[in-house]
């Protein structure tokens, strides 16, 4: 059976330990109404976490969450934004008909909040030049490029689980 919306966000907005290894995933959205759907459960999830949660999006999953928080500010207070590989959606990304492009996500984005935003530089999914579309809109934001890496980040997320674990402590 295919997931509900809610199974889909909660990976997409949590790094599962399985087996010792670390996973982020975030499943292709084709239609508008999976992308609404989407919204909605990642506003519904919103509910069930506590202040300090550290939000995580890979690919279009991060780009969604980020979009999601630009538009609806979650009642708790999030203890980080991590988005590995998120296309970006506007001048200097992607047009799409689902997402508004954005120039400026710091209005929308509490002072202070750790945004780390990583990036394989062999990326043939999401062009690496996409971080630099981001590294204008989320000017505090830590950029993280990883030399080598593809989409999936070579499916490494040792650096990504680092700063998580530096970020939780």
Not at 140 to 160: E, I, K, M, T
Request: hydrophobic share 45%.
């Amino acid at each position: 059976p295919a997931p509900t919306p809610a199974e889909i966000v909660r990976t997409a907005l949590a790094v599962e330990p399985r087996d010792g290894t670390l996973h982020v995933y975030m499943p292709p959205i084709k239609l508008a109404e999976d992308y609404l759907a989407l919204i909605a459960a990642v506003v519904a999830e919103f509910q069930t976490l506590e202040d300090g949660a550290i939000l995580i999006g890979h690919s279009f999953g991060g780009t969604v969450l980020l979009h999601t928080l630009a538009e609806e500010w979650p009642a708790f207070e999030p203890g980080a934004v991590i988005l590995i590989a998120p296309p970006f959606m506007g001048a200097g990304g992607w047009e799409s008909d689902e997402i508004a492009g954005r120039d400026d996500f710091s209005e929308s984005l509490p002072e202070g909040l750790p945004v780390l935003i990583y990036h394989g530089s062999e990326d043939d999914t999401v062009p690496f030049a996409h971080i630099e579309a981001y590294a204008r809109a989320i000017p505090d934001a830590v950029l993280c490029s990883l030399p080598g890496r593809d989409h999936q980040l070579d499916n490494d997320l040792a650096d990504v689980a680092k700063d998580i674990r530096s970020l939780a402590a």
